[in-house]
């Protein structure tokens, strides 16, 4: 017997996505997703077979979303001035999303037996590469790729966690940005003499 069409993944997915925004992971559960979709609980794990899958398509899409801020912001744009905007576009998407920038991040030990970020999670690390690769001349990029990655990610929780106290960051990410963005752009054959 066909189950009633009353829900559409869409539908949960932004409801779920609303309830974790606002109320954070500890909000956000198949109980509290049900009545806030007006469903009995069971509706939704013919979706979603549990929580943590449920938070893997968050994930997903958490995903998706920053590599296309990531893609707007470098489009048509130089490469140097391309990887300082999609670097930025980075910061804003951890700082607006912050519930589900922390999916993009959880530990392999949190997720269920085998599940891994999928296809968006490919996509948003072969943008970052395209970024860095238009930069240094390199389409592989990986190791800048991870420093940028890691500078980006080390700022976000340094920002969030409080550490940099009420004086914020007094001009720490500029200069630790054009630093390496200097330094990848000087990595480039074409700008490097010495290659």
Request: proline residues 6%; aromatic residues 6%; neutral net charge.
């Amino acid at each position: 017997m066909p189950y009633p069409a009353k829900l559409n993944p869409e539908q949960i997915l932004d409801a779920a996505q609303a309830l974790l925004e606002t109320s954070g992971p500890d909000g956000l559960s198949m109980r509290t997703l049900a009545d806030s979709l007006e469903v009995r609980p069971s509706s939704l794990y013919r979706h979603h077979a549990s929580r943590e899958t449920l938070l893997l398509a968050l994930g997903e899409r958490a995903a998706l979303a920053l590599q296309e801020a990531l893609t707007r912001a470098a489009a048509r744009k130089k490469s140097r001035v391309g990887a300082e905007a999609a670097s930025h576009a980075y910061l804003d998407y951890a700082r607006q999303h912050p519930h589900l920038y922390a999916l993009l991040l959880l530990k392999l030990d949190q997720l269920p037996q085998g599940e891994r970020m999928g296809h968006a999670g490919k996509q948003l690390w072969n943008t970052l590469l395209d970024v860095v690769g238009a930069l240094s001349g390199n389409p592989d990029d990986t190791a800048r790729a991870v420093a940028l990655w890691t500078f980006l990610h080390g700022f976000v929780e340094l920002e969030r966690s409080g550490l940099f106290g009420a004086s914020g960051p007094r001009g720490g990410l500029e200069v630790g940005l054009t630093a390496l963005l200097d330094a990848m752009a000087a990595a480039h054959p074409g700008r490097n003499p010495s290659s």
